[in-house]
Each structure stands twice: as structure tokens, then as C-alpha cells.
T-cell receptor
Framework: DSGVTQTPKHLITATGQRVTLRCSPR?????VYWYQQSLDQGLQFLIQ???????AKGNILERFSAQQFPDLHSELNLSSLELGDSALYFC????????????FGQGTRLTVV | DQQVKQNSPSLSVQEGRISILNCDYT??????FLWYKKYPAEGPTFLIS?????DKNEDGRFTVFLNKSAKHLSLHIVPSQPGDSAVYFC?????????????FGKGTKLSVIP
């Protein structure tokens, strides 16, 4: 158990809908990262938050947004969903925003039908 | 453009023998490299890392070698055990303003045969 909690574990929704994925980082970790793993793809970095502020942005679509709340949990919002958004979405956390080991949650498997 | 490449999607090794997983990168700015292991239905778990100032890092049965001139790194597992069967991801990062943006390869599925 990495200490990072992601909910829900599985999500099935229709095209055009909006969903919210939730992540609770390890106790004491200030940094949260979101990654997407599509079929046959490696993990793609989406976005990083550090202590409530956006720190880095990767290949995140404009239909996607994220935020980190004062209690340090984070949410990833996916809207106007398309079939191609079906993927595993991982959250990771680390103590700082620098070169420290990140701990990954179990992921949320999103299926868009 | 894939900046981190793991060209072998799968690898089978006999228990007790050495497993060698390879990774190539194209971005010369990468200076920190990590290996993660992933079991089904779990998130990736950090295994070992290496900074570009070193060419080798060892942790128990796991050793990572870095060849900067060839932009190549490898993970050696000796001896391999059935519990090592998992997908192994190579990842890299470049220096930045405190970010931890990792670029991952697509992974190599290791099967250790008892």
C-alpha cells in the first residue's frame, strides 16, 4: 500500500459526459501528479500541483482540468468525454516537488462508452 | 516523438538467471532516471534510480547501469525470482524548477519462469 488513495477504482460513463477523479496523497506529501495510461502507451504526465498551486503541465487536454485543495487532496475533472479518453488515470504524490521518489495510487480505470 | 523507449515489450527469464531490461532515451537534457515496477491492478512502485553523475547504482538484487554517451540504461536483476514478474517502466526527468515531470517508456513485461 503506497498510501495514495484514488477513488473511484472503476468508472464507466458515456461520451459527452463529465467525471471527477479524486486523489488523496500520502500524509505529509505536498506534491500531487496526475498521469494517464492509455492502451499500449506508457504513462503520460498530465499535471502537477504543489501545495495548492499548479507547478507543471504536460500533455493535458483543454477538456481536462485539475485542482489541489487546502487539505492537499486533488481532483482531476474530465469533460466532454470521448472514447479515446478511456484509460487508466494514476495519481502520485511526493513530499516535495523536486527529485524525490513519487508514490503512485492504484489508479482509476475510466471507460467511455 | 517518444523520448524514452523500451524496445522489448516482453522478456522471459528462468528463475535464478539474470534479467536485463533495456531503455534508450533521446532527450540529452534528461539527467535523472528511474525504474518502476507495476503489478496488475496496482500502481507503479519505485524500484531504483540513478543520476547522470553516476554510471551505476545498486540496491540488493537490482542494479541500474547508465551509459550517457549511448543514451542507454539497463536494469539488471540477479538472481531473478518469480515474484519479479511484472511490467517494468523506465522513466526519465530533466532538471527544472522543482517539477517531477517524468517521461515514461511503454514498459517491458518480465516473466520469470520457475
Amino acid at each position: 500500500d503506497s498510501g495514495v488513495t484514488q477513488t473511484p477504482k472503476h468508472l464507466i460513463t458515456a461520451t459527452g459526459q463529465r467525471v471527477t477523479l479524486r486523489c488523496s496523497p500520502r500524509s505529509g506529501d505536498l506534491s500531487v501528479y496526475w498521469y494517464q495510461q492509455s492502451l499500449d502507451q506508457g504513462l503520460q504526465f498530465l499535471i502537477q500541483y504543489y501545495n495548492g498551486e499548479e507547478r507543471a503541465k504536460g500533455n493535458i487536454l483543454e477538456r481536462f482540468s485539475a485542482q489541489q485543495f487546502p487539505d492537499l487532496h486533488s481532483e482531476l475533472n474530465l469533460s466532454s468525454l470521448e472514447l479515446g479518453d478511456s484509460a487508466l488515470y494514476f495519481c502520485a504524490s511526493s513530499e516535495t516537488g523536486g527529485r524525490t521518489e513519487a508514490f503512485f495510487g492504484q489508479g482509476t480505470r475510466l471507460t467511455v462508452v | 516523438d517518444q523520448q524514452v523507449k523500451q524496445n522489448s515489450p516482453s522478456l522471459s527469464v528462468q528463475e535464478g538467471r539474470i534479467s536485463i531490461l533495456n531503455c534508450d532515451y533521446t532527450n540529452s537534457m534528461f539527467d535523472y532516471f528511474l525504474w518502476y515496477k507495476k503489478y496488475p491492478a496496482e500502481g507503479p512502485t519505485f524500484l531504483i534510480s540513478i543520476s547522470s553523475i553516476k554510471d551505476k547504482n545498486e540496491d540488493g538484487r537490482f542494479t541500474v547501469f547508465l551509459n550517457k554517451s549511448a543514451k542507454h540504461l539497463s536494469l539488471h536483476i540477479v538472481p531473478s525470482q518469480p515474484g519479479d514478474s511484472a511490467v517494468y517502466f523506465c522513466a526519465a526527468s530533466a532538471p527544472g524548477a522543482g517539477s517531477y515531470q517524468l517521461t515514461f517508456g511503454k514498459g517491458t513485461k518480465l516473466s520469470v519462469i520457475p
